[in-house]
């Protein structure tokens, strides 16, 4: 009789199981809290070993910690298109200056859209991540704060911008209306289209408050064009 010839060891793939576990505990964070979640019943969903699990995240506060941070870098590329750039400013965005002002309004547009997306099909972690990052000694640790202020101050400091616009005042008040508005539409929105419609009302009045108060009168022509063609719909 032959001998049974042994199995072959699967390759382990760290990156993978690190990501399976962020995943799970994405999952375990938006549904119990913080305080709900272990390494233990992440590793479980996950579905890898409890000891792997604690060779990546030794305990709850390391594993709570990368998963906000995993949610951050998930926005920033939702949202931005392109990452951090490493700092500088993605090419594909348009100047903010008058020239380009109708090139720019698109461009807030569609991010208004991406982001109303997210925080309407990720409202639990969203919340959670928003907590998180308002709490911090420093939100600009936080990957998609910092992108985002920085965008906001570009567009304060340029000529499409009315003066005197205080970017980390209206970071807050923008990204605190956007992670708020899921609560209304869990209430209001059955299914996908409905949850999409949602996310075009709530962009949309995001860029026509932008003619009182940021974008300068010089837009408000092409942005009231630009409403009426894309909104009548929602």
């Known amino acids: 009789m032959p001998a049974t010839q042994p199995r072959p060891r699967r390759k382990r793939d760290p990156e993978s199981t690190r990501i399976s576990i962020l995943e799970a505990a994405k999952t375990v964070l938006a549904r119990d809290g913080a305080e709900g979640l272990s390494v233990s019943s992440v590793a479980k969903l996950a579905k890898v070993n409890r000891g792997t699990a604690y060779q990546h995240f030794q305990v709850k506060e390391d594993l709570v910690r990368a998963t906000l941070d995993w949610v951050s870098h998930q926005l920033l590329e939702a949202v931005f298109q392109g990452g951090d750039n490493n700092g500088e400013r993605p090419d594909n965005l348009p100047k903010p200056d008058l020239e380009h002002l109708p090139d720019v309004i698109n461009g807030m547009a569609a991010f208004n859209q991406r982001l109303a997306e997210y925080a309407i099909e990720n409202p639990d972690i969203g919340r959670i991540w928003l907590f998180d990052v308002l709490s911090r000694e420093n939100p600009k640790d936080d990957v998609f704060y910092k992108r985002f202020e920085q965008a906001l101050r570009e567009l ?60 300068r009168t010089d837009s408000h022509a092409i942005l009231k064009a630009y409403l009426k063609k894309n909104l009548a719909q929602a």
């Open 156 to 215: 304060a400091e340029s000529d499409a911008s009315e003066e005197d616009m205080d970017p980390e005042v209206l970071s807050v008040l923008m990204l605190t209306g956007y992670f708020l508005w899921p609560v209304w539409v869990r209430s209001h929105a059955k299914g996908k289209k409905a949850r999409k419609l949602m996310a075009q009302r709530y962009a949309g009045e995001v860029m026509r408050l932008s003619m009182h108060g940021v974008l």
